[in-house]
């Protein structure tokens, strides 16, 4: 269910962009998109739908885990989803994802994209591209944490630290920036 819901959320937001923009840039509406599709803003839309109020969860699987709870609020969301296509087709789908996801498009627009503001500082500056390195990974395999550099050229500005490689190149990004004194 999870992966049809993942698809139906997807045609409906490329859809309701195409609508809202349709002189929009690709690359500006693939990133739109991406930022409504991913799995902690899907995750949020869970929490306000209340969503585990209406689950029978194992007692092994640990809620207080923020990555694990994050991870099936979005899935959880998405089989949501996916099974309303299945019950209903694309109508009630589209409904819901406008009442929620649509509903808060900008705060999900908001979020800063700190690893992409380092690419566009760095072109603009032309300077070499950020690399991102892992430095180390520590943790069970379960909750693992990241820690990653940034690296420009030959010099190391920053590293973060995160739950995910993603997360973990966002804070670096957004520490090389500061520490660039570029605008954020």
């Given at each position: 269910?999870?992966?049809?819901?993942?698809?139906?959320?997807?045609?409906?937001?490329?859809?309701?962009?195409?609508?809202?923009?349709?002189?929009?840039?690709?690359g500006?509406?693939?990133q739109?998109?991406?930022?409504l599709?991913?799995?902690?803003?899907?995750?949020?839309?869970?929490?306000?739908?209340?969503?585990?109020?209406?689950?029978?969860?194992?007692s092994?699987?640990?809620l207080?885990i923020?990555?694990i709870?994050?991870?099936?609020?979005?899935?959880?969301?998405?089989?949501?989803?996916?099974?309303?296509?299945?019950?209903?087709?694309?109508?009630?789908?589209?409904?819901?994802?406008?009442?929620?996801?649509?509903?808060?498009?900008e705060?999900a627009?908001?979020?800063?994209?700190?690893?992409?503001?380092?690419?566009?500082?760095?072109?603009?500056?032309?300077?070499?591209?950020?690399v991102?390195?892992?430095?180390?990974?520590?943790?069970?395999d379960?909750?693992?944490?990241?820690?990653?550099?940034?690296?420009i050229?030959?010099?190391v500005?920053?590293?973060?630290?995160g739950?995910?490689?993603?997360?973990?190149?966002?804070?670096?990004?957004?520490?090389?920036?500061?520490?660039?004194?570029?605008?954020?």
């Amino acid at each position: 269910m999870e992966f049809l819901g993942d698809a139906v959320i997807d045609i409906i937001v490329s859809r309701e962009l195409m609508r809202e923009f349709p002189e929009g840039d690709e690359g500006l509406l693939t990133q739109r998109r991406a930022s409504l599709v991913q799995k902690p803003f899907l995750a949020q839309i869970g929490q306000l739908l209340d969503l585990m109020d209406h689950l029978k969860i194992e007692s092994s699987v640990d809620l207080e885990i923020e990555k694990i709870a994050e991870k099936q609020m979005a899935n959880i969301f998405e089989s949501l989803i996916g099974a309303m296509y299945l019950d209903g087709g694309i109508e009630p789908c589209r409904r819901l994802i406008l009442d929620t996801i649509w509903a808060h498009k900008e705060e999900a627009w908001k979020s800063t994209n700190y690893k992409g503001k380092l690419i566009e500082y760095c072109h603009s500056k032309e300077i070499d591209n950020p690399v991102f390195l892992i430095k180390d990974i520590t943790g069970p395999d379960h909750y693992k944490t990241f820690e990653i550099q940034v690296k420009i050229g030959s010099k190391v500005f920053a590293s973060g630290l995160g739950t995910n490689k993603k997360t973990a190149e966002q804070i670096a990004a957004q520490m090389a920036l500061e520490e660039m004194g570029a605008p954020i």
